[in-house]
């Protein structure tokens, strides 16, 4: 099974930048499943009912989640739907609709998608990602192709995670830090990793926010805008996952494109 999968698409810029690119990849590699981690499609925070049929319509089939998805009110009554494909992350306490991890079929086969949210500096209440992870696995049991989107900040915890899950997991792919690390590999049991796929946004930009504001919040510490740049150069960044018939990856591929928008 070949797996694509987008980091954290942000704002209008990204998804103009996933219409552009996704035909032109669903030729070039023939993916049998496409996800996009969906923390930051509506105007930088969560996804909403329109943007998710959007995306949808150019070929994401699956949608993980993040620190923000559950402060749109909109995404709740996607999240409550059991038959859209839109997860939240396992993880995050409270009392929230949906489900953070879920079973899709993808021709024949099954994959199993897991997301969590990392503990260290994210201002959520979250509890263990490890042992989040052990209990959705239990829950799963017999299912071989799984990839885990760990929507964290810290390459530490990323790292840790990765390692935790190798053997029992075909990938763990980091989201959150919006910017792509060079660290992708197999790791000695059969998962792929990575610290951070990277996301798809305004590439002059700082994280995704325009960079003038940000600038100047350092400057002065007062609050600003989130302001996304809708027009310029976009980078969509992406990874391709080769999983074997055991559900152990073969190989993981960096993705990253600047497009025009
Ligand atoms: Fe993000
Ligand atoms: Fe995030």
Known sequence: M??????????????????????????????????????????????????FDLLREVGVDIFTAGDHTLEREEALSLLADDEIPV??????????????????????????????????FIDKKVSSPFIALDDVLQKFSGIKNIIVDFHAEATSEKAALGWYADGRVSAVLGTHTHVQTADERLLHKGTA????VGFCGAYNSVIGVDKDEVINYFLTKKKFKMNIPEKGEAV???VLVDIDKDGRAEKIVRLRKIVLI
Request: net charge positive; glycine share 8%.
């Open 193 to 196: 990793f990575i610290s951070d």
């Open 87 to 120: 997860l939240r992350p396992v993880n995050i306490e409270g009392d929230y609709p949906g489900r953070g991890a879920d079973v899709f079929v993808v021709g024949k086969e099954e994959l199993l998608v897991i997301c969590l949210l990392g503990q260290v």
């Open 236 to 238: 969509i960044n992406a």
């Open 2 to 51: 070949r797996i694509l999968f987008f980091g954290d698409v942000d704002g209008k810029i990204a998804r103009r930048a996933i219409q552009k690119i996704l035909p032109e990849w669903k030729k070039e590699f023939s993916p049998q499943v496409v996800i996009a981690n969906a923390d930051n499609v509506t105007h930088g925070r969560s996804i909403n009912k329109n943007h």
